[in-house]
């Protein structure tokens, strides 16, 4: 890349968009006059170019960008195009990135994977295989080869989700650490935007970017640190490749020096039960009367996702906010003790297309509703996390993820490419 011009970047982007988007639905917006415009200008101030010069990115549907309308993938919202950008892609545009428009995603970030107004995404690793997520577009764009890097929001687990079923670092950050301004709510009290890319050296640089902090793009080393299992964090049972996966995962740290140790979270089925709860009760909050209104501007999904989330009483939220308090206090204890730890992304391998369901075993589980105990607990706890590939020859990757205590986001993603990087030698 350092020895191309921005505008040869977006142009080379735009000519993979108009070849591949028709197929896999990742983008729903695209200002190619724009992004033109903007790589024109990165060229004419490139003395001065920041350390994203040379890179692109698009963004979910629920993030602005200036001049493009915002739409969450619904009709709800019309689309009146946004008169600023949201403070993370400023972030991002002022380092030297050119968006080039706007990700598909599941309507309101809570409708089926079948988006009934902009269709369903497809995997470019398979075209038989879905990405598994609400940030399903941000992915598919990124494993496309669209972009160098995408936004993506994580309110339950939807960056590791897509990241994991298409073999990409899919990132989490700690709850409040990147601005959510210019971004629509779905549940605020869970809600955060990250990045999904293909290395978590891109990551790490992004992030730098988006919070103004030194955040080292480089590796962390792994000899010395210590790793936990938590042993009761994930019961359900997983796909053979899955599990063989994490067991990988876990020898290759211990091979490059750290320590693994176990350890078991309190209470975690209660944990995840008011993750969903919250989820429900806040998005009930934001769009019930709106969407009352306009009923035909949503889908099914969307209505049954409502329909099922104003059964969460007042107390019921209430209830589950303090346990939630409960729960961070007692994490942020355990967590004390390690560097991070390490568990299983998702169930199976990326879910296959139209009902999104995954194999684990013989057996068929739905791939999103895994998010409840798989992902959903950083949100809850509100810690940083982040899904790193693990891929095999001849077959779809598998993907594990990385937590830490909150603010460990610099040093959890520089583990994060230093474990991503021993598993592939």
């Known amino acids: 890349m350092a020895d191309l011009t921005a505008r040869q970047v977006v142009d080379a982007a735009l000519v993979k968009i108009n070849g591949a988007n028709g197929d896999i639905r ?10 033109r415009h903007q790589a024109d200008h990165l060229d004419r101030s490139r003395s001065i170019a920041g350390p994203l010069f040379g890179t692109t990115f698009v963004a979910k549907d629920l993030i602005d960008v200036a001049h493009q309308p915002t739409r969450a993938g619904s009709m709800l919202l019309g689309d009146r195009p946004a008169a600023r950008d949201a403070f993370c892609v400023s972030r991002l545009e002022a380092a030297g990135a050119v968006a080039l428009g706007k990700a598909n995603m599941h309507e309101l970030a809570v409708g089926g994977a079948a988006n009934p107004w902009f269709g369903q995404v497809t995997n470019p ?49 700690t709850h409040g650490l990147i601005a959510l301004d210019g971004i629509l709510p779905i549940a605020p009290t869970m809600d955060t935007v990250g990045v999904i890319a293909s290395s978590a050296t891109q990551v790490a640089r992004c992030l730098q970017a988006l919070t103004a902090d030194a955040v080292p793009a480089r590796e962390e080393r792994l000899e010395g640190r210590t790793f936990a299992r938590i042993t009761n964090l994930v019961t359900s049972p997983l796909d053979g ?8 995962a876990f020898a290759t740290l211990a091979d490059r020096g750290a320590r693994i140790v176990a350890l078991q979270a309190h209470a975690p089925e209660a ?33 049954a996702f409502l329909d099922a989330s104003r059964q969460i009483s007042d107390g019921r939220y209430e209830d589950a906010r303090a346990l939630q308090q ?21 169930p199976g391998l990326a879910p296959d297309l139209g009902a999104e369901m995954t194999a684990v075993g013989a057996a068929r589980v739905p791939y999103g509703a895994a998010g409840g105990e798989f992902r959903m607990w950083a949100n809850t706890i509100g810690i ?42």
């Open 125 to 173: 690793l398979s075209p038989s295989h879905g990405t598994g997520g609400t940030s399903s577009g941000s992915a598919a764009a990124v494993a496309g080869g669209f972009c160098s890097f995408a936004l993506g929001t994580d309110s339950g687990g939807s960056n590791r989700s897509v990241a994991a079923a298409t073999g990409s670092y899919g990132y989490k950050p």
């Open 241 to 248: 490749v899955v599990g063989e996966a994490v067991a990988f």
């Open 326 to 346: 409960d729960h961070q206090q007692r994490w942020a204890g355990m967590l004390g003790e390690v560097d991070g730890f390490l568990s299983p992304t998702a």
């Open 271 to 303: 944990l995840a039960a008011a993750g969903v709860a919250i989820l429900r009760y806040e998005f009930a909050q934001i769009y019930g009367e709106r969407i009352d209104r306009s009923p035909g501007s949503v889908g099914q999904a969307v209505q």
């Open 26 to 35: 990742a983008l729903i917006h695209v200002d190619a006059d724009l992004a």
């Open 384 to 425: 940083p996390a982040i899904a790193i590939p693990v891929w095999r020859d001849g077959g779809l990757p598998a993907s594990v993820q990385l937590a830490g205590s909150k603010n460990s986001d610099g040093l959890l993603i520089g583990l994060a490419a230093a474990l991503g990087h021993a598993m592939t030698e």
